[in-house]
């Protein structure tokens, strides 16, 4: 599967700044990619936890993708049996959404 990829390619790294996380940078990068700040609206643990989220998207994205090359090859062996078939649907279902997510990272 070949896919185009405009975000900074990963690992990226959450660095802190005294007890608190501060900014998100991708490696080889010398300026972040994003600057946290603290938000009345949002709890400490949420910020947290939406952090390392971000941190983890282009890992996540890498493996929806290594997935979908599994599930295409799959897909391939399905070849003359019929469309409607329960567990063939359920493979096109997993599919569809795997793309969905794919695209919406941008990286389709």
Do not use: C
């Not at 080889?28 to 947290?48: D, K, M, Y």
């Not at 939406?50 to 295409?72: G, R, S």
């Amino acid at each position: 599967m070949i896919t185009r990829t405009r975000h900074s390619p990963g690992p990226w790294l959450l660095l802190w700044n005294g007890r608190v996380r501060r900014a998100i940078f991708a490696k080889g990068h010398s300026s972040p990619l994003v600057e946290l700040r603290a938000s009345p609206s949002i709890s400490s643990l949420e910020a947290e936890a939406n952090a390392l989220l971000i941190v983890a998207a282009p890992d996540l994205l890498k493996t929806l993708q290594d997935e979908l090359t599994v599930l295409d090859a799959e897909a391939r062996t399905w070849a003359g049996f019929p469309a409607t078939d329960p567990a063939y649907i359920a493979l096109e279902n997993r599919r569809d959404k795997i793309r969905a997510v794919i695209a919406k990272a941008g990286a389709a």
